[in-house]
């Protein structure tokens, strides 16, 4: 059997990010397992620009951001693999991987990174009634077929859900010569950037309709109309405001779920809320050698901030495979989230096995104005951060410091509290 | 004298802001919570740019996806993408590799963003 130190499973943004880090921390041994026919993962079909602000300085548009990563994998010479799948990971980390070329092969790997990315929620978990007929993408179904493929799947379109790739497709659509017809989104907010529903709807005036969902779609063998509907406080049709939209695409963008088959299989144990698995300060899945992050540890709205995590994946399954990471001693700190925090990533951590700072990533579960985000071991507020609005859209972070610990001491718990702010309390976004 | 309603998108807040304008000289902004509205504000509606990325064909089938080098005024997005439509370019194209010298008239070139066939 293969013997290698490290395979990373995914050759998108994540796992480029993660070999790299791995490498430059002294692991050779690398082997990346890519399912495509070519690395880079969904940045290749994300054609649009305003990648790697935060990393490079520079806006990019997809593909050209995940060159730069091809790249420097290609100048550390780290080995990759594509067109191969990964079956099944035992906790033991033996992998199957499935080619063309080679059949079934198995692969005895010292540590593992899994970074398989996420996948987009079905028709099916939408509960759209209706018939079923050809005409239904999702929008990142149409967005590979349009930018890699060079096909338009239609020409007359409505899009339910106005995450970014729906905004981003109701503009690329649009260029192509279709006619986007309307936005339906079921909450009373976005889940797009402002700046997406100004460059992409507003520049070529596509209506956004908030609370409304399709309720009825016509057609038996191609899409002919959906009937759109206004929603109320509990996302419930409300009769007799039903509009009919002839088309013959429906695109939906209706929410990304991270991709952990494999995950589950290996018997990781699993985060409910973000659908990945649960990790701690070194991003250490329940299986200790086995490592997690980018899309398929949570879903992420900057590409930049999944190569930082994925770096950070990287140096500690380096760090592992050389034997310098400290074993569990204790469960570690739970990092609980209240006040309409969903969740955090990590949601455990150990001070001892910290050797850099950690920074703790969590999402809102509602729209909330003029708020602070403070951080506390157990009742001692540590920092607080201003917001004027936060959003579920946008993923905030806290930075935790090893000083905090030796400053104040174990805490039972790390608590990352949503407060509401004073009415004149009107300073702007800052650190306290 | 005119007004023009915009939506910030300097971060989720998306103020909507009301710009008044004497002819081409903005007479004031308001409706904004933070500097970046007003200068926002101020570029948006005396010179409205973005950087256009679309696909062109390849001679021997298949796409390559393509930006403009720079931002271009906005009123010129669909002259481009038009243009960009009727071109068909030979392949291999390499990432970097000027498709179109001057797009729309700008002057602006439209370089290739991924690797062709």
Not at chain 1, 189 to 215: A, E, M, W
Not at chain 1, 317 to 344: C, H
Not at chain 2, 81 to 92: A, I, R
């Amino acid at each position: 059997m293969k013997q290698c130190d490290l395979v990373i499973v995914g050759g998108g943004p994540a796992g480029l990010a993660a070999a790299i880090a791995a490498k430059k921390n002294g692991i050779n041994d690398i082997l990346i397992v890519e399912r495509d026919e070519k690395l880079g993962g969904i940045l290749n079909q994300c054609i649009h620009n305003g990648f790697g602000l935060h990393t490079f300085h520079e806006e990019l548009t997809g593909p050209e951001y995940a060159y730069r990563f091809i790249q420097m994998a290609e100048e550390l010479e780290i080995p990759y693999m594509t067109g191969s799948m990964v079956l099944d990971i035992t906790p033991e980390k033996k992998l199957t991987v499935i080619n063309r070329t080679e059949g079934v092969m198995e692969i005895q790997a010292k540590s593992v990174i899994l970074a398989m990315g996420c996948r987009e929620r079905p028709r099916g978990a939408l509960n759209i009634p209706g018939y079923r007929p050809m005409g239904i993408y999702s929008a990142g179904t149409a967005q590979r077929l349009v930018n890699v493929d060079g096909f338009l799947p239609g020409k007359e379109v409505v899009i339910l859900g106005s995450g970014d790739i729906g905004l981003i497709m109701a503009r690329r659509m649009t260029l192509e010569g279709a006619k986007v017809k309307v936005v339906a989104e079921l909450m009373p907010y976005s889940g797009g950037l402002k700046r997406n529903i100004v460059q992409c709807l507003d520049d070529f005036g596509i209506p956004l309709k908030l609370s409304h969902t399709v309720v009825e779609i016509k057609g038996k063998q191609k899409l002919e109309g959906v009937t759109l509907a206004r929603v109320d406080e509990h996302n419930r049709p409300i009769p007799g405001t039903e509009e009919y939209y002839a088309c013959d695409t429906l695109l939906l963008s209706c929410g990304l779920i991270p991709e952990n088959e494999l995950s589950r299989e290996m018997g990781i144990a699993m985060n409910p809320v973000t659908n990945g698995p649960v990790v701690d300060e070194s991003l250490e899945t329940s299986i200790p050698g086995v490592f997690v992050c980018g899309n398929v540890l949570h879903v992420h709205d900057l590409v930049d901030f999944v190569s930082e995590e994925a770096a950070v994946a990287g140096r500690n399954a380096a760090d592992y495979i050389r034997g310098n990471m400290e074993e569990k001693k204790s469960q570690g700190i739970p990092v609980e989230t209240e006040g309409g925090i969903r969740y955090s990533v990590p949601s455990v951590v150990e001070p001892e096995r910290m050797h850099e700072p950690v920074k703790v990533r969590f999402r809102v579960g509602n729209v909330y104005t003029n708020c602070y985000i403070s951080l506390y071991l157990d009742d001692i507020r540590i920092q607080r951060k201003k917001r004027q609005i936060v959003t579920p859209g946008e993923m905030e972070e806290m930075v935790l410091k090893k000083e905090f610990f030796q400053e104040y001491g174990r805490p039972e718990k790390i608590r990352i509290v949503l407060e509401q702010a004073k009415q004149d309390d009107r300073e702007v976004n800052g650190n306290e | 004298m005119s007004n023009r309603i915009l939506t910030c998108i300097g971060c989720p807040m998306g103020c909507t802001l009301q710009v008044e304008m004497d002819g081409q000289i903005v007479k004031s902004v308001t409706g904004n919570t933070c500097k970046r509205g007003d200068t926002y504000a101020r570029k948006e509606v005396t010179d409205p740019t973005r950087i256009v990325t679309t696909t062109v064909r390849l001679k021997n089938g298949g796409v390559v996806s393509v930006k403009t080098k720079e931002d271009i005024p906005k009123g010129k997005i669909l002259e481009c993408v038009k243009e960009l439509k009727q071109l068909v370019v030979e392949g291999p194209v390499k990432i970097g590799q000027v498709v179109l010298e001057n797009t729309a008239g700008t002057g602006i070139p439209v370089v290739a963003t991924s690797f062709s066939k």
